[in-house]
């Protein structure tokens, strides 16, 4: 099973932009679909954007535009670039690998630690 590592976050300013990574370890990561969820306090954790292993990827409206998710299989890694951040995308955001016919979200998938992200001036 895939072990999965999340960093990048931090305290950004509104409208500027910071790169999330997550690294795996473990065997068969280019057949896993990956995506990347938050939760801000009190709110339920949510979808954000999630590639496929064959490339296809999905947004959330409220980042679509915005963020870019992408995955680099030789290095084992899953990106999220987010752009024009806003205080409603504070949140902690996790990293999340399903395999097969796993659905994403569910909590028998991969998930990271979580990297908290804070978009305040």
């Known amino acids: 099973q895939l072990q999965l590592v999340e960093s990048g976050g931090g305290l950004v300013q509104p409208g500027k932009s910071l790169r999330l990574s997550c690294a795996a370890s473990g065997d068969s990561f280019g057949f896993y679909a990956l995506g990347w969820f938050r939760q801000a306090p009190g709110k339920q954790r949510d979808l954000v954007a999630a590639?496929?292993?064959?490339?296809?990827?999905k947004y959330s409206n409220s980042v679509k535009g915005r963020f870019t998710i992408s995955r680099d299989n030789t290095k084992k890694s899953v990106y999220l670039q987010m752009n024009n951040l806003g205080p409603e995308d504070t949140a902690v955001y996790y990293c999340?690998?399903?395999?097969?016919?796993?659905?994403?979200?569910?909590?028998?998938?991969?998930w990271g630690q979580g990297t908290q992200v804070t978009v305040s001036s």
């Open positions: 590639v496929l292993s064959g490339g296809d990827t």
């Open positions: 999340n690998a399903a395999l097969g016919s796993e659905r994403l979200g569910l909590p028998s998938t991969r």
